[in-house]
């Protein structure tokens, strides 16, 4: 399975970025998806997630009314819109397909990675 994430780049304090991941093969319609970031010398750490039927979704609490995290099974894609974007979110993003169809936050449980895409939030 590769997921390939796209979108990052280098917005303003205040803007919107939508991440998109796309999986190679149906196997993600059936497991739950999560997005990560990780910025040098810190731990990866989690940022959203949503069950295979989407209608559960979990949120850190530092993006919680800012990220939305959406998927379409339909074309094996997931999303994460970033609204109010601050110079914190600054990372590489990342996302990942989770072994069960729940929505988890814990990066254990996630099998499958992409290979991350940067956003950077300037001031």
């Known amino acids: 399975v590769q997921l390939q994430a796209l979108g990052g780049g280098l917005v303003q304090v205040g803007d919107s970025r939508r991440l998109s991941c796309t999986t190679s093969r149906r196997t993600a319609s059936n497991n739950g998806m999560g997005w990560f970031r990780q910025t040098p010398g810190k731990e990866r750490e989690f940022v959203a997630a949503i069950a295979w039927r989407g209608g559960g979704t979990y949120y850190a609490d530092s993006v919680k009314d800012r990220f939305t995290i959406s998927r379409d099974n339909a074309k094996n894609t997931g999303f994460l819109q970033m609204n109010n974007l601050k110079p914190e979110d600054t990372a590489v993003h990342y996302c990942?397909?989770?072994?069960?169809?729940?929505?988890?936050?814990?990066?254990?449980?996630?099998?499958?990675w992409g290979q991350g895409t940067l956003v950077t939030v300037s001031s």
């Open positions: 990942a397909v989770a072994r069960s169809s729940a929505a988890t936050p814990y990066a254990a449980s996630y099998h499958y």
